[in-house]
């Protein structure tokens, strides 16, 4: 038996991201709009104008409800379409993945992936909890994306804080990059490839080419300190 992943609908969870991106945008990524999604323009505008938290916190539970009684039954449909899909690679995906990070994720393991009304997807490595976009029409990527981000930080974050010293810019740097090893290992069972941010695909090249030589990941950590160190 191996991990799993179990995707559902919480509002306050979406209305937490949704608030997270128009206050909070990422620095990744550099087009904040596309962090939005398709949340509608209004929405977005009135939460910028409005900087009291709690009258912020009652528009968007006011619009999440709304949108609850239109949508409900789309979202029903998403949680069972996702949990398929995702079903199907769920054991070859964690067995890969432990071989990939050189780690043994406990087999009773549940990761929540929760559906978000926004465009941008966080992770919570302690919680073992991650979002996927409740307008996407398949978020195998995006799922194994993020189960990488948090078994990463979980497995080795310690490590490149307080071995390879390297900053939380750099380390995030590293953990957007790594997941170019996606497509190197898991080509054949994701349904799209694993792009990445337009400010780290030169570093994804790198990383790539290390692995294909090497096929560590203790040794891609190192190699990476060292391109960083070297700047």
Known sequence: MKSNVQFQYDINEDKKNILRVVNHPSDFGGDVKRQYGRLPLELVNNLKTERDPFVQDRIVSDFLKQNLIKKGELINQKIERF???WDKI???YFKRLEKILDIQIPADVIYKAYLTSAGSCPFD????TFMV???DEMVDTVAAHEIMHIEL??????YCRDTLKLSPKEFGVFQESATVLLNEEMG?????PDYGYKEHQEMRLRLAEEWKRTKNFRGLLKYYKGLVSSK
Do not use: F, P, T, V
């Open 83 to 85: 949990q398929k899909d």
């Open 90 to 92: 769920n054991d070859e």
């Open 125 to 128: 490595a302690s919680a073992r």
């Open 133 to 135: 976009g409740m307008d």
């Open 153 to 158: 930080w979980r497995n080795y974050g310690i």
């Open 188 to 192: 054949d069972i994701l349904s799209r």
